[in-house]
Nanobody
Framework: VQLQASGGGLVQVGGSPRLSCAAS????????IGWYRQAPGKQRELVAR???????NYADSVKGRFTISGDNAMNTVYLQMNSLKPEDTAVYYC??????????????WGQGTLVTVSS
């Protein structure tokens, strides 16, 4: 299983980039994909997460500004980011969660894509 994150770059305050996370390999047991971010000197945090049955949750700091979406097969998951702020600057990672029935099997991480918000 491989996750390829893309779409980062230098963006101005108020910008609206879209990040993509493409999953390849076996996705049969892939049940959720999440976007995380890690700013310099801070811990990695969950930004948004979507499950195969389209259950979604967001961090409070991005609610109303970011939208996560994906196809039912979870081959690709997007993170539409709107109204960016300087504090959104971080490396963004996607993470895939695998389950067998209700049993958690493990997760995979993409390589990360840097989003820099300039004022």
């Amino acid at each position: 299983v491989q996750l390829q994150a893309s779409g980062g770059g230098l963006v101005q305050v108020g910008g609206s980039p879209r990040l993509s996370c493409a999953a390849s390999g076996s996705t049969y047991s892939l049940k959720a994909i999440g976007w995380y971010r890690q700013a310099p000197g801070k811990q990695r945090e969950l930004v948004a997460r979507i499950t195969r049955n389209s259950r979604i949750n967001y961090a409070d700091s991005v609610k109303g500004r970011f939208t996560i979406s994906g196809d039912n097969a979870m081959n690709t998951v997007y993170l539409q980011m709107n109204s960016l702020k300087p504090e959104d600057t971080a490396v963004y990672y996607c993470q895939a969660e695998y389950y067998s029935g209700g049993t958690y099997l493990g997760d995979y991480w993409g390589q990360g894509t840097l989003v820099t918000v300039s004022s």
